[in-house]
């Protein structure tokens, strides 16, 4: 049987991803929603009806009815300290929470949401911004050893570098920021997507000949970038899992639009 996720009353949800849990949310103004479940775990982004959008997170209690256990989810939106929106991209079994948090004149931070004691609370910290990108700031993807992908940007995002973020104390409270290589060596609004636990990051990048392709960087040499190999003439990488599998997809050449593709990293 499907679950019933309660909702904070808004309007609407981001829209299904491919990691997106299928689920029914039991309120008729809710349309669609994104979310992962990561050892009962679920977070979500809910969304305002001016668009904006809050962060949240689902937690699961069992309880008990005549025909057996059941479980049922409580609601948390995360803090956002001075911000008002925010969103969450990210989780790994730690119950870590990464994304970020922003406000109407287009500023965004990084953010972390750690876990307090007892997993039903959560701790906002501002992951260190870029001293020449200080006003976009996005984290994406987190692994289990708490290292985190994402952006820097220039407010009108059209600068910035892919990102990874590294935990500086064994709390994992403390953050350091590394800006990332591209392949032509130039801050034009390249992206970090996906991070494994070996230290495979993969995004996109763009090239000298201006195609934006997808291309893998490595916790082991923050110096290291090379392209993935993906067909077509643009790509982009969402996603590399513990094989070393990076999927994501590609345009041109035998793609007339866009086409899912898959390489093995060795």
Not at 198 to 216: E, K, M, P, Q
Request: include cysteine.
């Amino acid at each position: 049987m499907e679950p019933t996720l309660p909702s904070l009353g808004l309007t609407k949800f981001l829209p299904p991803a491919a990691e997106s849990v299928t689920t029914s949310l039991g309120d008729a103004s809710i349309t669609s929603y994104r979310g992962t479940v990561r050892h009962f775990l679920t977070y979500l982004g809910a969304q305002h009806p001016s668009g904006a959008t809050l962060p949240v997170v689902w937690t699961p209690a069992i309880v008990w009815k005549p025909d057996g256990p059941a479980i049922t989810w409580k609601i948390h939106k995360l803090d956002t300290k001075e911000f008002p929106y925010g969103f969450v991209t990210g989780a790994n079994d730690f119950g870590q929470l990464a994304g970020a948090a922003f406000n109407d004149a287009g500023h965004y931070v990084a953010a972390l949401w750690n876990p307090l004691k007892g997993g039903k609370s959560w701790e906002m910290i501002q992951l260190p911004d870029s001293e020449a990108w200080p006003d976009v700031a996005i984290a994406g993807d987190i692994n289990e050893k708490g290292e985190i992908v994402g952006d820097v940007l220039s407010l009108d995002w059209a600068n910035g570098y892919s990102s990874l973020w590294q935990p500086a104390d064994p709390l994992r409270r403390t953050y350091k920021l590394t800006l990332l290589p591209n392949l032509w060596g130039l801050p034009q609004g390249d992206t970090a997507e996906g991070i494994n636990d070996l230290g495979d990051i993969v995004g996109g990048s763009w090239n000298a000949d201006y195609n934006f392709v997808a291309v893998r960087w490595s916790t082991k040499d923050p110096t290291f970038v090379e392209p993935l190999g993906f067909p077509g003439d643009s790509s982009l990488a969402f996603k590399v899992n513990d094989q070393r599998i990076a999927t994501g997809l590609y345009s041109g050449g035998t793609c007339a639009h866009r086409c899912v593709a898959a390489v093995q990293i060795r």
